[in-house]
């Protein structure tokens, strides 16, 4: 695709249960990054990956998030249990690289909504 | 750590009129990287402009230039000639300059509370 797509635009669940938000990066880049978006927080960084290197999870809040990108491309946030204060806006960007010269683009996010 | 402040909420201006956003920012890096992003209803983050710790000249874009003053850690955005287009959230944001392994460097965001800008016809 032409950009980053993520996937559900908006999703609302109910306290407790699991959810799976999904990010496409666009095609060639390597480095790819989540972050969320709250009112409270503002914008915060959760977590990196860098083709096929550790990524870097210190941005992430609790143990019930985790991550992970498959085949070096989509990536996979997961929330278990979700709690009302997961709610936010959660946006994913990727770069060519992870060098500080390269523009990272984001995609429209997806709305989380706990209930 | 990094932070990044934004003073400004909301700010408005008349459609062909300038206006500045303000940033200041808190590091001891020495080298480091600057952006404004520009966040429209559609949520989608779009780079406006990036500046280069390292270079005393002020980066601009079209429309967009920046007033960068490393020794007051301050980093404003300036929009001229508005148009309705520019309404959207600003975000401020700093990068470290950290290498990794392999040469690699990382480009972790940190970014500022953000500044509501509307552009009135």
């Known amino acids: 695709g032409a950009g980053v797509s993520q996937s559900p635009s908006n999703k609302v669940t109910e306290k407790g249960k699991d959810v799976e938000l999904r990010c496409d990066p666009i095609s060639g880049h390597t480095a790819l990054y989540w972050y969320r978006q709250s009112l409270g927080q503002g914008l915060e960084f959760l977590i990196y990956f860098q083709g096929n290197s550790a990524p870097d999870k210190s941005g992430l809040p609790s143990d019930r998030f985790s991550a992970e990108r498959t085949g070096g491309s989509v990536s996979t946030l997961t929330i278990q249990r979700t709690q009302q204060e997961d709610s936010a806006v959660y946006l994913c960007a990727s770069s060519l690289a992870a060098r500080t010269t390269d523009t990272q683009y984001f995609g429209p996010g997806t709305r989380l909504t706990v209930l | 750590a990094q932070t990044v402040t934004q003073s400004q909420p909301e700010m408005s201006v008349q459609e062909a009129e300038t206006v500045t956003l303000s940033c200041t920012y808190d590091?001891?890096?020495?080298?480091?990287?600057l952006f404004w992003y520009k966040q429209p209803p559609s949520r989608q983050m779009i780079l406006v402009i990036r500046q280069e710790a390292y270079k005393q000249q002020n980066a601009t874009e079209n429309r967009f230039s920046v007033n960068f003053q490393k020794a007051a850690k301050s980093f404003s955005l300036k929009i001229s000639d508005s148009q309705l287009g520019d309404t959207a959230m600003y975000f401020c944001a700093f990068m470290k300059r950290k290498r990794g392994a392999g040469g690699t460097s990382y480009g972790k965001l940190t970014f500022g509370q953000g500044t509501i800008l509307t552009v009135h016809p």
């Open positions: 590091t001891s890096e020495s080298n480091y990287y």
